[in-house]
């Protein structure tokens, strides 16, 4: 249930439809239609923002994300409506997926920066999204666990708090278990 509710959460703020949104979690057209509209009623401010993170793009011809790096959409001035709307669903979620981008950076910054300062032999070895993917000498867990949930809830002071869940498995699959 909690991944069924991340999905349509998320591709819901990233300006997934609902045809795309049915594909994804093997449910009928008018019933992801239906989860769109209810999420947009229930989390209106969701909404505002989304539309003004567009509006501010036509005015200024780019959006920023928290750190203030710019995503410049030149698609808003284009004639073409799909070009134009591909514009306004980059200008909706850039904000977003580009700030959850930089505090991923930042805490992989911090991360290696700390390993090697605590001369561990576990490595920090792929990101993807928003998880990070190590390989840890067993021995080293509990601090490579600590540190690394440390440094991804801190990699900004933000109004919200960031919550990181831990996995750990012998393959990939085995730490979402």
């Not at 069924?4 to 591709?11: G, P, V």
């Not at 920023?64 to 410049?72: E, K, L, M």
Request: neutral net charge.
């Amino acid at each position: 249930m909690r991944s069924r509710a991340k999905t349509i959460n998320f591709a819901t703020i990233y300006g997934q439809g609902a045809h795309a949104l049915s594909r994804q979690l093997g449910i009928e057209h008018a019933e992801a239609k239906e989860f769109i509209t209810r999420y947009f009623e229930r989390f209106q401010g969701v909404r505002n923002y989304l539309d003004s993170m567009v509006a501010f793009a036509r005015e200024h011809g780019y959006v920023q994300t928290i750190f203030g790096r710019r995503r410049y959409i030149p698609e808003l001035r284009e004639r073409n409506f799909n070009i134009r709307a591909f514009g306004e669903r980059v200008a909706a979620n850039s904000p977003i997926q580009g700030s959850a981008a930089d505090l991923i950076k930042i805490a992989m910054i911090r991360i290696d920066d700390a390993l090697k300062t605590r001369q561990l032999q576990s490595k920090m070895l792929l990101q993807v999204h928003d998880e990070l993917v190590f390989e840890v000498i067993p021995n080293e867990l509990d601090q490579v666990q600590e540190l690394a949930k440390y440094e991804m809830e801190h990699a900004a002071e933000l109004s919200v708090p960031l919550v990181v869940d831990l996995g750990v498995g012998k393959n990939w699959l085995e730490t979402k278990l």
